[in-house]
């Protein structure tokens, strides 16, 4: 669902960063309520049509971020350029953005339509035009009959579609989006993720959105900003930031990892060796890694990437083969996820496809199993 | 679960021991005869002779005037100091000014006539305003605790506000000031209505303070009703009560249908 690139060069702008302008611009944006620092010198750009998610958890600073670019808290310092215009001074009135609220934040006191053409008569246009417009809107988001009713007499998920319809009626540049799942159930979460990716392909604009939900940040993003405590953790596209994490926290945040500390004892341009004495075996790692011999680092690896098997596999370099004894299966129907006791008391998690229907071989509870991995199935991790 | 009678019966008499005086009082305003505790039939004429009283109907028409006047006042300061104590969580002095706000509440009545009394003598002999007590010395002690009762509606209508509704206007093109008038005030309306109402019937309804801050030829309704009774009871008092009771409880029943019927539209 995510925005399928049609031509990989202009669809991809961030990848060409010398011919391509941003179209929002963060520099060194810090924010402090009181001594704390919401949000610390935060640099970002972001370039037209962009669906950008920023992913964090709670307190990570994203929502600070959302709510400066639209104007409701100013930068302790820093710029926020929008379209190449300054925004510091200007005010939430004056800015060519608009934001769906985690909220909705609907007028309780005016009907749908007062409600999305309460911008556009802010605006000064015609009555027929604004007529035209929020007919328009309606149909975007699919509730034509129930432009007369009032907020409360609407159900969750139409109460977000008006929200959306009314964030998107002034055809805003940017439109910034707090949590605008949030609030619904998984099933109707999932059909609105789609819509929303919809909606953005077919008017071109530009979407901010702060999420705390990783799956929905993947299923959405052309690129994704991972905050922690007030900070950019990685900026990447979804495969960037979950095959190649950046640090530790990274990895752990996007997806589930396994994460074990070593020691570098090869360090050779085109492959490291690795000792980790929790997993009771050495790692192989078919590149070059920015270190030093004898260096402490840690390597984390996806449960996806890993393989079992009852009879010991050949190893790759005399490396990359774990032994250990099952302790726990999770069957979740596509996939299993087995918990591997290692002999140092190290648990790794192994998620494996069930391919055969009701597999009477299965590996089982209290059976020792090697787990293997490829030399470039794990990222070597500094911080 | 088969019903109990001691919660029924416990709850009659409460309702007896605080509405019986207020039923026999209603009743009696139509009793015919002259004496007030003897029945001797059902008429209006008590209800007649009441219309037929200048003096009752000059303090009623006073009285209405002074209520209105004071609790628009009280509607103005009231809400104003709401705003400051919810939005402006921090400043200087917040926990001072909460609690001089609300003190009027619980100030004995004797308390405040007394030393508004005291204010305005001061006043008049220092500044030459107000000049004598009147009218408009009544309407400025009415609005000081009205305003009291006033800012503790609005306060609560104003906490649960949603903010981000005013952020969305703003976000939307609304400078603060259209703001306010698109969005915040329509909202809390409802509590500025029944503030407005309750301002008005406690006004109507005091006595002490009244007692206190008014001069010569500004009776209120109930100085004026106070004085015929120590007379001894006259049975036109009864049918002025019971007009009275009816503009009061219509206030405080239009003042909650009202804060009922607003809540689940406001809030979603």
């Given at each position: 669902?995510?925005k399928r690139?049609?031509?990989a060069i ?7 960063t010398a011919?391509?302008?941003p179209?929002?611009?963060?520099r ?9 620092s919401?949000?610390?010198?935060v640099s970002?750009?972001i370039y037209?049509s ?18 400066m670019?639209?104007?409701f ?10 379209d190449?215009?300054?925004m510091?001074e200007v005010p939430?009135?004056n800015?060519p953005v608009n934001m769906m ?9 005016m009907?749908v339509e ?5 911008g ?12 035209a417009?929020v007919?328009e ?12 009713r009032?907020?409360h007499?609407?159900s969750?998920?139409?109460r977000?579609?008006v929200?959306?319809?009314r ?6 540049k ?6 605008p799942?949030?609030a ?13 990716v ?5 008017l071109?604009v530009?979407f ?14 052309t690129?994704i900003?991972?905050?922690n405590?007030?900070?950019i953790?990685?900026i990447g596209?979804p495969?960037?930031i979950?095959e190649?994490?950046?640090s530790r926290?990274?990895?752990?945040f996007i997806?589930s ?14 492959h490291?060796r ?9 790692i192989?790692?078919g590149?070059g ?6 260096q402490?680092l840690?390597w984390?690896i996806?449960?996806e990437k890993?393989a079992?098997s009852?009879?010991k596999?050949e190893g790759?370099?005399?490396?990359n083969?774990?032994t ?6 999770a ?13 140092s008391?190290k648990?790794l998690r ?6 055969v ?5 299965a590996?089982?509870w ?6 293997t991995w ?6 070597v991790?500094?911080? | 679960m ?5 919660l029924?019966?416990?709850?009659a ?17 139509f009793?015919e005869?002259?004496?007030v505790?003897?029945?001797?039939g059902?008429?209006l004429?008590w209800?007649?002779?009441l ?9 009623a ?15 103005v300061?009231?809400?104003?100091a ?11 002095g917040?926990t001072?000014?909460?609690?001089m706000v ?7 009545d ?7 009394l005291?204010?305005?003598?001061a ?10 007590r009147?009218m408009?010395?009544?309407?400025i002690a009415?609005?000081?605790?009205c305003?009291?009762?006033v800012?503790?509606v ?6 649960d506000?949603?903010?981000s509704?005013e ?14 008038f698109d969005?915040t005030?329509?909202i809390i309306a ?9 301002g ?10 009244a007692s206190?801050?008014?001069?010569p030829?500004?009776s209120?309704?109930?100085m004026?009703?106070f004085s ?9 008092v ?18 909650t249908?009202?804060?009922?019927r ?7």
């Amino acid at each position: 669902m995510a925005k399928r690139p049609q031509l990989a060069i202009d669809t991809r702008p961030w990848r060409d960063t010398a011919n391509n302008k941003p179209f929002v611009r963060i520099r060194n944006v810090t924010k402090k309520f009181g001594d704390v620092s919401a949000v610390h010198e935060v640099s970002l750009d972001i370039y037209r049509s962009e669906l950008f998610c920023l992913l964090g958890g709670s307190g990570s600073g994203k929502s600070t971020l959302l709510r400066m670019l639209a104007g409701f808290e100013n930068p302790t310092s820093g710029t926020i350029e929008i379209d190449g215009q300054d925004m510091t001074e200007v005010p939430p009135y004056n800015r060519p953005v608009n934001m769906m609220f985690q909220s909705y934040a609907l007028f309780p006191h005016m009907s749908v339509e007062q409600n999305i053409a309460y911008g556009l008569k802010r605006d000064g246009l015609p009555r027929a035009e604004i007529a035209a417009r929020v007919a328009e809107l309606l149909a975007l988001v699919k509730l034509q009959d129930y432009g007369k009713r009032k907020p409360h007499q609407l159900s969750g998920g139409q109460r977000q579609r008006v929200a959306l319809a009314r964030a998107l009626a002034k055809r805003p540049k940017l439109l910034l989006l707090d949590e605008p799942l949030g609030a619904l159930d998984k099933k109707l979460r999932e059909e609105t993720q789609f819509e929303l990716v919809k909606i953005q392909e077919q008017l071109g604009v530009t979407f901010i959105v702060v999420t705390h939900d990783q799956e929905e940040a993947m299923t959405l993003a052309t690129r994704i900003g991972v905050m922690n405590q007030g900070e950019i953790a990685m900026i990447g596209e979804p495969t960037d930031i979950y095959e190649f994490p950046n640090s530790r926290f990274v990895a752990n945040f996007i997806g589930s990892a396994n994460m074990v500390e070593g020691v570098v004892t090869e360090d050779e341009p085109d492959h490291v060796r690795i000792r980790s004495t929790e997993l009771g075996c050495d790692i192989y790692v078919g590149h070059g890694v920015d270190c030093a011999p004898d260096q402490l680092l840690w390597w984390a690896i996806r449960p996806e990437k890993m393989a079992l098997s009852r009879e010991k596999p050949e190893g790759l370099h005399g490396a990359n083969v774990a032994t250990g004894v099952v302790e726990e299966i999770a069957y979740l129907g596509d996939i299993s996820v087995y918990q591997i006791v290692l002999e140092s008391g190290k648990r790794l998690r192994v998620s494996q496809t069930n391919t055969v229907r009701g597999n009477p071989d299965a590996i089982t509870w209290e059976e020792q199993v090697y787990v293997t991995w490829g030399i470039d199935a794990g990222s070597v991790l500094t911080v | 679960m088969r019903k109990g009678w001691f919660l029924p019966i416990a709850a009659a008499l409460g309702f007896s021991f605080l509405y019986a005086p207020i039923v026999s009082l209603v009743i009696f305003s139509f009793n015919e005869n002259r004496l007030v505790t003897v029945w001797s039939g059902f008429s209006l004429k008590w209800y007649g002779e009441l219309f037929n009283d200048p003096q009752m109907l000059g303090a009623a028409w006073l009285s209405l005037q002074i209520a209105a006047l004071s609790a628009t006042i009280a509607l103005v300061l009231g809400t104003l100091a709401a705003v400051a104590l919810v939005r402006f969580r921090r400043f200087k002095g917040r926990t001072l000014f909460a609690g001089m706000v609300s003190a009027p509440l619980v100030m004995p009545d004797v308390i405040t006539g007394l030393s508004l009394l005291l204010l305005f003598v001061a006043m008049e002999s220092i500044l030459g305003w107000p000049q004598g007590r009147g009218m408009l010395t009544i309407v400025i002690a009415h609005a000081t605790f009205c305003t009291a009762y006033v800012c503790v509606v609005v306060q609560s209508r104003l906490g649960d506000f949603d903010r981000s509704l005013e952020e969305a206007a703003m976000d939307l093109g609304a400078p603060p000031v259209r703001t306010f008038f698109d969005i915040t005030l329509p909202i809390i309306a409802p509590a500025l209505v029944s503030g407005w109402l309750l301002g008005f019937t406690l006004s109507l309804d005091d006595l002490v303070i009244a007692s206190f801050v008014s001069g010569p030829g500004s009776s209120t309704l109930p100085m004026v009703i106070f004085s015929k009774v120590r007379l001894g009871v006259s049975p036109d008092v009864n049918a002025l009560a019971t007009i009275i009771i009816g503009i009061v409880a219509l206030g405080v029943l239009a003042a909650t249908i009202i804060q009922l019927r607003s809540k689940p539209r406001t809030q979603i």
